[in-house]
């Protein structure tokens, strides 16, 4: 991908350690306002969390991870092994600030695993585990970018779902990433970004994060989709994950399942494209993943203006889980699977 300038994309950045506290971009404030929320604490970044300043599932592994070295500011201990012990109410605190992404617990088990291996430098150790999980996190974007774009035929228009950039994870992005990519290489020649409510991911984020690259999605409301891929525009539908099982199936932004059903019906390519943090070898299959309901509130309105009558009830489920069965190829930076079932995910994950 010798023709993609990396440095143009290294502009976002929603997550900034600044030596003794973590700065998040308020992600609820965008497109309108680009502040940044100072958290000092491990308590403060769980709140971020859940509140979703920070979000996307890389993300939220990351500021995690610094949440970690915070909490480790308040304790006194010798080894690695004591500060462990410590610091697992704080850890367990962060782990329970949204349960879907499986980049959470990755990450938060990497602090525990390199904690209880250190010796008295263990301040030091974790902050450097802080640090490459970010590192790490943008190298497998660049590179599941060019796996991801590779696939796609010069000329195609793409659909894309939520947030899956720079705002999501350390920089680049994931099926964004792959985005960027294919229109660099001259692959995709339009991007269609489905508004993605109740949150609008995809309206506040998406677009504003590629217009700042000088790409022009565009933006359709969620329910047409399927319209759109009768018209002929798509020839893939790439999205992100919050979590891939054992058997390919892949939790992701609610919405994507009925994308994926419609793109099986129209002919239309679906890529997930994911770091390998988002693959869980531990949970067999959707049925087992954890759905993460947030307030029905969030269904009431559109920017603080209420848009539906008072007293109505309401369900909302914020991701689903879309079967291995419809999804055409998973991208990792470790490489493509096509057509994914549990065998090719056990030969490339085991
Ligand atoms: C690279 S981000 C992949 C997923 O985390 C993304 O598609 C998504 O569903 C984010 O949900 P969110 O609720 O905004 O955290």
Request: with cysteine; proline share 4%.
């Given at each position: ?13 929603p997550?900034?350690w ?10 609820r ?27 996307g ?10 949440g970690v ?11 690695g ?66 796996l ?41 020649e ?13 309206s506040?984020?998406?677009?504003w ?10 933006l ?19 999205v992100?994950?919050d ?5 390919g199936?892949t ?15 129209h ?6 494209a ?6 869980d ?6 049925d087992a ?12 309105g ?36 096509e ?12």
């Open positions: 991908m010798s023709d993609l300038d990396f440095d143009r994309y290294d502009r976002i950045r997550i900034r600044t030596g003794d506290a973590l700065e998040l971009l308020d992600q404030k965008l497109p309108f306002e680009v502040t940044y929320v100072r958290c000092e604490t491990s308590d403060a970044v769980a709140e971020a969390i859940a509140a979703l300043t920070v979000r599932a890389p993300a939220i592994g990351i500021a995690a991870a610094w070295v915070l909490a480790a500011s308040t304790v006194d201990a010798a080894d092994a004591s500060a462990a012990q410590a610091l697992e109410p704080p850890i367990d605190r962060l782990n329970a600030s949204r349960p879907t992404a499986v980049n959470l617990a990755w990450a938060l088990a990497r602090m525990r695993r390199v904690l209880g291996e250190a010796g008295a430098d263990w301040r030091e150790v974790i902050a450097r585990e802080a640090e490459a999980i970010s590192t790490e996190d943008l190298a497998a974007n660049r590179r599941m970018g060019a991801g774009a590779a696939l796609i035929e010069p000329g195609s228009g793409v659909l894309t779902h939520c947030n899956t950039g720079s705002l999501a994870t350390a920089g680049f992005g994931t099926a964004l990433g792959v985005i960027r990519a294919g229109v660099a290489q001259g692959r995709i339009q991007v269609f970004a489905g508004e993605t409510r109740p949150w609008l991911q995809g506040r984020l998406t677009v994060e590629l217009e700042q690259d000088g790409i022009a999605p565009t359709i409301a969620d329910a047409a989709a399927s319209h759109l891929m009768k018209s002929n525009k798509v020839q893939w539908v790439i992100g994950a979590r891939i099982c054992a058997n199936d939790a992701n932004k609610i919405g994507t399942y009925q994308l994926a059903i419609a793109a099986r019906h002919g239309v390519k679906f890529m997930v994911a770091p390998s943090s988002t693959v070898m531990a949970t067999p299959s959707g993943i954890h759905i993460e309901e947030r307030d029905p509130g969030e269904l009431f559109v920017g603080g203006v209420r848009t539906a009558a008072e007293r109505v009830s309401a369900w909302n489920p914020v991701f689903d889980v879309t079967p291995h069965t419809l999804i055409d190829a998973i991208v990792t930076e470790r490489g493509v699977i057509r994914p079932d549990e065998t090719a995910m056990r030969a490339a994950f085991s």
